[in-house]
């Protein structure tokens, strides 16, 4: 095989209780890539579309990643990427992630699997240090491996797979303003109460053990965030008024989709998830706020070959 094209998923880390150790994969967002052999022995970035990104390969996320899984292989196929970018960076919901897992998903695929979706991981997280200055891997992970991930360890990493409940959707709200995950990070408090640690770590134990319970009831109240949400919530507009509006229509929760300015409201069914939306969608045009919005279920596969 000379060349793929594959479907990235768009991912929503932390889910309020889990910052930089918590992840899914949504389903109906995500990049289109085409990645295929060169005889040049060289790494390009040949073509990109949807928005305006850097073409040089070691300035651009999927060119360092794959340059890393290559490095790793010791490998010295060259690769052609294209990227058809859909969605926006900076909007809080996996760009930079999508690009660099469905490139070493990609590659790796193309050069006959010699890694597991696991092991990929790694990889494309140097292409959310190169955006982020951060390796974090709470949206590589799902985007990789589908579903809901923890990240037990960093170092050494460790990435646990968690089931997915059949009936949960996700609707996410993206207000067309840009929040830099460098800049968002940069606002967080760095040390943080004992109590406030104690209500996080309990409530991200919970969430996990509703998971495999299927416990609708106690997800929603798992996701609560004290530590990092009070502080990013207030570069995101009417985020007060869209978590009632959550509520108000039965949603289970409520929280900041990564570093924002993405929200999400996880949902029971299709039924909720649809009013939930049409709330949401009412509600911001009143305001006059440009926004795209996005109904999915969990992905549990991760990056699709097309």
């Known amino acids: ?162 089931p997915t409940p059949h009936e949960l959707r996700m609707v996410v709200l993206h207000p067309l303003i840009e929040i830099k995950t460098r800049d968002s990070r940069a606002i967080i408090k760095q040390n943080v109460s004992l109590k406030k640690a104690i209500n996080q770590w309990g409530n991200l134990a919970a969430f996990v053990s509703a998971l495999y319970t299927e416990d609708y009831a106690l997800m929603g109240r798992s996701l609560k965030d004290e530590i990092v949400e009070p502080v990013r919530s207030i570069l995101i507009p009417f985020f007060e008024e869209l978590e009632k509006i959550s509520s108000e229509q039965g949603a289970l929760g409520f929280g900041i989709s990564g570093s924002g300015p993405s929200v999400f409201a996880m949902c029971k069914g299709d039924e909720v998830a649809a009013e939930v939306y049409k709330s949401f969608k009412k509600f911001y045009s009143s305001k006059e706020i440009e926004f795209d919005i996005h109904v999915s279920e969990i992905n549990k596969t991760g990056v699709k070959i097309l």
């Not at 060349?3 to 929503?12: H, L, M, N, Q, S």
């Not at 910052?19 to 970035?45: A, H, Q, W, Y």
């Not at 590589?140 to 968690?162: C, D, K, M, Q, T």
């Open 1 to 162: 095989m000379k060349e793929i094209k594959i479907f990235a998923p768009a991912t929503v880390a932390n889910l309020s209780c889990g910052f930089d150790v918590l992840g899914c994969c949504l389903d109906s967002v995500g990049d289109e890539m085409t990645i295929r052999k060169n005889d040049l022995k060289k790494v390009r970035i040949t073509k990109i579309s949807g928005q305006d990104l850097p073409m040089e390969t070691d300035k651009n996320v999927a060119g360092v990643a794959v340059l890393s899984l290559l490095d790793h292989l010791n490998e010295n196929q060259g690769f052609d990427i294209e990227i058809d970018k859909r969605i926006k960076p900076g909007s809080g919901i996996g760009s930079s992630a999508a690009s660099s897992a469905g490139a070493v998903f990609a590659v790796n695929k193309l050069l006959g699997e010699p890694l597991k979706h696991k092991e990929l991981v790694q990889f494309a997280m140097k292409g959310e240090f190169l955006a982020s200055g951060n390796a974090h891997a709470d949206n590589v992970a799902p985007a990789l491996l589908g579903g809901f991930n923890l990240v037990r360890s960093y170092e050494p990493l460790e990435i646990v797979s968690l």
